[in-house]
């Protein structure tokens, strides 16, 4: 059994009793990925040299200290790859820096094992974008593990992870999560720095762990939160110790149930698991109020032209010069970009920066770009005036639990409707959190995880982990 599927605290207890050795646990998580990596492919590489050698030199002393971590494939670490899942960047670039979570998880003892695979430029919700390989849900191989951070989700739940981080743009570390049975977070937009990720929609991204539990997700946050000059959009605000109030319980906290996320395309079994989840909630104390967010159905179309507005601009420097591989056919410097972005981006990353390109042109900025905002600062709002009412939110992540791998095929929009109930937390900032609620049978008597979602007010992250932590002891 890998030692990758026990909790952080767990193999921490065991490394500072002397039980076990960092490089024990580097090289369990090793065989893992090595018998596992075939059939479930999470991750693109691993530097096992490397690794082992930050082993034992590891301080164990330090709140992570000897523990491996898995990295998805856009943040950087120095001296390893960082693809974005894309063949732009393949054999092109190796890391100079550190990204800062990537640096504050060296700082708090962590060892960075292993690049997980991810939807080209975290563009996606199965994994299925990624130009470099298939990822498969570990509780059925038919089947997506989510996405984008798909692999560090696969990773995590195939015990070939002890924890991994991964980015959420709308959606990209609690879909995944959701769908492979982890515990997966995403920060408060300007609670963890996002320098070092590779910017997708920069008023959108950030970095938030997967966690075989609740604490080792709240052991994380500590761990990569916090102020850092590099970032300006990175907040000066202290980072609490998460895990002290982990287990105060749920008694007088108020719970909102938004009947928008409950409403048509729902399926049933997936409603039955989160409505459990809610009834056990209040029967530990817990006020469950009825809510309406009616704003949620311009969610999706709101974040599909900012998000792509964004990205146009930020991926405008994936052009075989500053970044990415070269392909030089053509008769002058402008040929030369256009072959080589033709060449290195996938088709949903060409889809997205034609999009982009297009809300952002002058003839349609106002009518898309400037309406899209308007509606966002509408759903930041609404937002805000249901935390007046109630300390958290409870909802599904997903209408449905993984799909089949292929069967969204040619039919973008499909997958990103179903981003339904993740993307508003993006484009509000606020903090939300998947944490396993159970499985739903599926047609070959296979049974597909269900993540429970609950989202917080701005820097809220210690309500919605309390009440995570509540569910997971009781579930
Ligand atoms: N599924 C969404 C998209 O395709 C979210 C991706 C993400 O959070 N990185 O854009």
Redesign the pocket.
């Known amino acids: 059994m890998s030692l990758a599927t026990q909790s952080i605290t767990a193999l921490r207890q065991q490394l500072t009793a002397g039980q076990i050795t960092s490089r024990d646990i580097v090289e369990s998580v090793a065989a893992a990925i090595d018998s596992t990596n075939d059939s479930i492919g999470a991750y693109l590489s691993r530097d096992l040299d490397r690794a082992l050698a930050a082993a034992d030199a590891a301080d164990l002393s330090l709140p992570l200290g000897g523990i491996p971590i898995a990295m998805k494939d856009n943040i950087n670490v120095q001296g390893e790859p960082c693809t974005c899942g894309s063949k732009f960047l393949q054999n092109a670039y190796l890391s100079p820096y550190d990204a800062t979570a990537s640096r504050k998880l060296k700082e708090s003892g962590a060892i960075l094992f292993g690049r997980t695979n991810m939807?080209e430029f975290?563009?996606?919700?199965s994994t299925e974008n990624s130009a470099l390989q298939v990822t498969r849900n570990p509780h059925d191989l038919d089947r997506i593990p989510g996405?984008?951070?798909g692999g560090s989700a696969a990773a995590v739940a195939a015990g070939a992870a002890v924890a991994a981080l991964g980015?959420?743009?709308?959606?990209?570390?609690r879909?995944p999560a959701s769908h492979c049975g982890v515990v997966g977070l995403k920060p408060s937009y300007g609670r963890v720095s996002r320098y070092g990720l590779v910017a997708?929609?920069s008023s959108?991204?950030q970095i938030g762990p997967l966690t075989n539990s609740v604490e080792d997700a709240a052991l994380l946050l500590e761990a990569i939160a916090g102020a850092d000059p590099r970032d300006s959009t990175c907040l000066d605000q202290p980072v609490p110790n998460y895990r002290e109030s982990l287990n105060k319980g749920v008694k007088g906290t108020r719970i909102g149930l938004p009947a928008e996320y409950f409403g048509e395309g729902l399926d049933p079994a997936v409603r039955e698991r989160i409505e459990s989840a809610a009834k056990a909630l209040e029967a530990q104390g817990a006020e469950l109020v009825e809510l309406s967010l009616p704003f949620t159905k311009h969610a999706v179309a709101t974040?599909?032209i900012i998000?792509p507005a964004e990205a146009s601009s930020n991926l405008s420097r994936f052009d075989g010069v500053r970044y990415g591989n070269r392909v030089d056919k053509g008769t002058g410097i402008v040929d030369m970009y256009g072959t080589s972005r033709a060449a290195g981006f996938g088709a949903?990353v060409k889809r997205?920066i034609i999009l982009g390109t297009y809300v952002l042109s002058s003839g349609y900025y106002d009518a898309y770009y400037t309406r899209a905002q308007k509606v966002r600062t509408l759903i930041q709002q609404e937002f805000q005036s249901a935390f007046q009412k109630v300390d958290a939110i409870l909802a599904p992540i997903s209408p449905a639990p993984a799909r089949k791998i292929g069967e969204a095929k040619g039919d973008p929009l499909k997958?990103?409707l179903a981003?339904i109930y993740?993307?508003s937390a993006?484009l509000a900032g606020v903090c939300a959190i998947s944490v396993p609620a159970g499985t739903v049978p599926s047609d070959n008597g296979k049974h597909l995880p269900v993540g429970l979602q609950l989202i917080g007010p701005h820097l809220a992250e210690e309500t919605i982990l309390r009440i995570a932590k509540t569910w997971e002891d009781i579930r």
């Open positions: 939807d975290a563009m996606g919700s996405g984008s951070s980015s959420d743009t709308g959606g990209s570390v879909q997708f929609a959108l991204d974040y599909y998000a949903e997205r997958d990103y981003d993740t993307i993006n």
